[in-house]
């Protein structure tokens, strides 16, 4: 969905793949593609825009770990 920085990131596909033992496909899309296909199934502009807002969130680290302090 978003930023240049998530592309080096494992993907959860990578995941599934091993899991399932078989190959799932991931497609990455822009944001206003993403927000345009949920509004397309009936989504309301607002909410798709707050999942969005989570996506690029998500993608720029809002839950990855914190290096922790040695001592």
Known sequence: MRSSS???RPRS???STLVRGRSVRFQQV????????MM????????AQELVDMGSAQNNGI???E???RG
Do not use: C, L
């Not at 822009?30 to 296909?37: L, S, V």
């Not at 397309?40 to 909410?47: F, H, K, L, Q």
């Open 6 to 8: 998530s592309a080096s």
């Open 40 to 47: 397309r199934y009936g989504m309301s502009d607002a909410w």
């Open 13 to 15: 596909p990578a995941v």
């Open 30 to 37: 822009d944001d206003e593609a993403y927000k345009a296909t």
């Open 63 to 65: 839950y990855d770990p």
């Open 67 to 69: 290096p922790r302090a």
